[in-house]
């Protein structure tokens, strides 16, 4: 089994079979240059243990040097005999420095303690693209709730009508789990900083070398505490995996309603032609495809998760090679992630509401009905009867045909006593709209008030 990384009590080398299925270079080569980084500074530490001199550090540093630019120009890849990266990468440093200085590197390391920390590495680098991703999203939104202040659109439960709402009180709806997400990001951060380095196969390391010191070159906070959980746990992948699954969850819910928004049937929004596609037969089409794209993509995101918690779920103590299958599916959830979140938010930056339209349905299927009950209540009537009247007074106008507004005083008396011609003060989405003052309500001053909050928790991120 010449030049992989063990061989010498085996008879022969692996079979082709096995070769083929256990080579994870295809994917795990994504994890390359950080595998060059914690070579750097495992230098570091045989270096400050004394196994290595001054000169072999430097010449480590040199040949891991040359390595990374080879890497990065593309000169440099795994080839077939290669098991993995940590494999290909020890490989080629021998062929850079020699097999006396190469063959010094692996004391004190397993690619158990390494694999967990590289995988750490490159999710909390992605986490930060990610994050400033999803805050331009949170920023198309903000800004074309900025844009629409005072525009009234339907409020739905169950997708009925339910109450009139601020356009901008819908939109920032969908930003607040956007700013939850980028909170879940940071949080989970802080569990993340963690470096299995050192731990070795499970059992730690005799040869004292300092964790805290690669942890530190690494840009980590500091070493696991317990080699076994260092290396075996991925709880820290499996939650990544969740908070990808809950963006693409969150930016799904938007994308359904933006695709019935742009129906003819709604008509509320029309999609930048930068951002539709066409039909290969109907020459008239303009589809919402990056919405639902994001919405096909969100069960990807979610099929990563249960599957790595499908892999995790029995696995004993410690390392076990089925967790060499926790990497391609949040490398998928990230790449998915970075191209659907920089395409919605364009899409979500340009599209055109139609203000007027939104307005005109906002008043039908008798939405101000709580408006007429929570009028009675201001006048002392208990909220059980109030109810009643409102309900009637819609079964009335729906039986002429009319809206609650066109009743005549007529009709409201034969309703209810109670229901005066003052009524009309609340039959009105802009009174409706305006009177919702309550905490987190659709009042155009709550609103902008919201925003401004909504936009610093955003930055506090
Ligand atoms: N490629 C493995 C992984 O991704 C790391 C190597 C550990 N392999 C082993 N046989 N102990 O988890």
Redesign the pocket.
Known sequence: NEGALWGARFASGPSPELAALSR?THF?WALALYDIAGSHAHAKALSAAGYLTADEERAMHAGLDALARAIVDGTLVASDADE?V?GALEQALIAEVGAELGGKLRAGR???DQ?ATLVRMYLLDHSRTIAREILRVIDALVAQAEAHADAIMPGRTHLQHAQPVLLAHHLQAHAWPLVRDLERLRDWSARAVVSPYGGG?LAGSTLGLDPQLVATELGLDRPAENSIDGTAARDVVAEFAFVTAMIGIDLSRLAEEIILWNTREFGFVTLDDGFSTGSSIMPQKKNPDIAELARGKAGRLIGNLSGLLATLKGLPLA?N?D??E??EPVFDSVATLEVVLPAFAGMVATMRFDAERMRSLAPEGFSLATDVAEWLVKRGVPFRDAHEISGALVRACEMRGIGLEDAPDELLAEVSPLLTPEVREVLSVDGSVASRTGVGGTAPVRVTEQRAHLVARAQAV
């Open positions: 994870s795990d993995d940590h397993s690619r158990n694999i196969a390392y090679r967790l060499q926790d990497k």
